[in-house]
């Protein structure tokens, strides 16, 4: 696609619940990134994808978290039994180069709201 | 571990006047990378710097990598409204990449 695709852009869930969130990438990008944002926060590093695998999952809060990426393409973020805490715009980034050297292309985010 | 401080978290000025936010890391960097974020909106890459004392313009913007590279600043001569939002630096290292907190820009007119 043109731009970096994340679904849904608002989550609204109970506490306890587990939610999936997706990432498209823009097509061709071999690196994915998971940011988190909390309110009026910085960008929280979460995890990074070079083709389907994972080099950095450092940034993973708990074992709750987990993310996985499949044909180098669509990625998705779990959160098991989700807590209050973990209410954040989750953003996603692609970028075409080999190496984490930045220069990514964000998503809109989702906006995931733990009530 | 890698850590990225940039200062001030906010700055609030005239429109006309000068800007600037500097980012600081412990450790040195192979590149550091700029980012806006329009409030409401999503981060967006602005610029990348890789080489020691790299010096960048994008028209009112300047951006500096320190010698050391482990220093940057990013600087905006006479601010305008669109400038308003949250300018974060990024340092990378070894596959660490480390997003500073951001700087709140904001403008009047």
């Known amino acids: 696609g043109a731009g970096v695709s994340q679904s849904p852009s608002n989550k609204v869930t109970e506490k306890g619940k587990d939610v999936e969130l997706r990432c498209d990438p823009i097509?061709?990008?071999?690196?994915l990134y998971w940011y988190r944002q909390s309110l009026g926060q910085g960008l929280e590093f979460l995890i990074y994808f070079q083709g389907n695998s994972a080099p950095d999952k450092s940034g993973l809060p708990s074992d709750r978290f987990s993310a996985e990426r499949t044909g180098g393409s669509v990625s998705t973020l779990t959160i098991q039994r989700t807590q209050q805490e973990d209410s954040a715009v989750y953003l996603c980034a692609s970028s075409p180069y080999a190496q984490p050297e930045g220069g990514y292309t964000f998503g809109s985010g989702t906006r995931l709201t733990v009530v | 571990g890698q850590q990225v401080m940039q200062i001030p978290q906010y700055q609030h000025v005239q429109e006309g006047e000068d800007f600037t936010t500097y980012c600081n890391s412990s450790t040195t960097l192979s590149n550091i990378q700029w980012y806006k974020q329009r409030p409401g909106g999503h981060p967006v890459f602005l610029i990348q710097?890789?080489?020691?004392?790299e010096v960048k313009k994008q028209k009112r913007l300047t951006f500096q990598f320190g010698e050391a590279k482990k220093n940057s600043s990013l600087h905006i001569t006479a601010t305008q409204t669109t400038d308003v939002g949250t300018y974060f630096c990024?340092?990378?290292?070894?596959?660490?990449?480390?997003f500073g907190k951001g700087t709140l820009l904001t403008v009047n007119p």
């Open positions: 097509s061709g990008h071999t690196a």
């Open positions: 710097l890789v080489k020691s004392g």
């Open positions: 990024e340092g990378g290292s070894n596959y660490k990449l480390t």
